[in-house]
């Protein structure tokens, strides 16, 4: 995503820029082909929100990441970078994209968890974010391994992808 802005930038910069080099039409012609698949690339990864999942207890520490057709895991508590980064099969990104198209962003925050095991240590206790368009959608606190209804497919999705010790 980084990479993207960062051409993009360029890209701007170099269009705006009142130079005195004379560009031929294939010349420009090729610069708004790569501005406009460069918008693409951005738009899409828009419409797909980042997902983060994590849960904690005092044996336990999980902390999930998919974006973009990778999925990040980390097992340790105050973790600078994931430890292992996972390039996700076709189909296994297309079921993810699936799943969180099914998703009302707005309602996150609403859901509601079907069991309270983790107030007697009965349970971590997990969390999932998703991020779309620069803005942050949590969902209530909520039993590792017993997802809210709403979330349940996509959770359960992304936690049969985590590479087990």
Known sequence: M????????LVFLFTSCNCQKATTNSETTKLVDNTQTISNLNQIQEEIPVVEYAASARNLFLSV?????????????????????????EKDWNDIVVLTKKIDLTKVKDWKWPTEMRYYDGAP??????????????????????????????????LSLVPKE
């Open 2 to 9: 980084k990479t993207l802005t960062y051409l993009a930038s």
């Open 125 to 158: 206790h997990a969390n999932v974010t998703f991020f779309s368009k620069g803005v942050a959608y949590p969902a209530a606190g909520f039993d590792h391994g017993h997802p809210p209804a709403e979330g349940e497919a996509l959770i359960n999705k992304i």
């Open 65 to 89: 990441k998919v974006e973009n057709k990778m999925l990040y895991v980390s097992k340790q508590r105050d973790f600078k970078d994931y430890e292992t980064k996972i390039t996700l099969s």
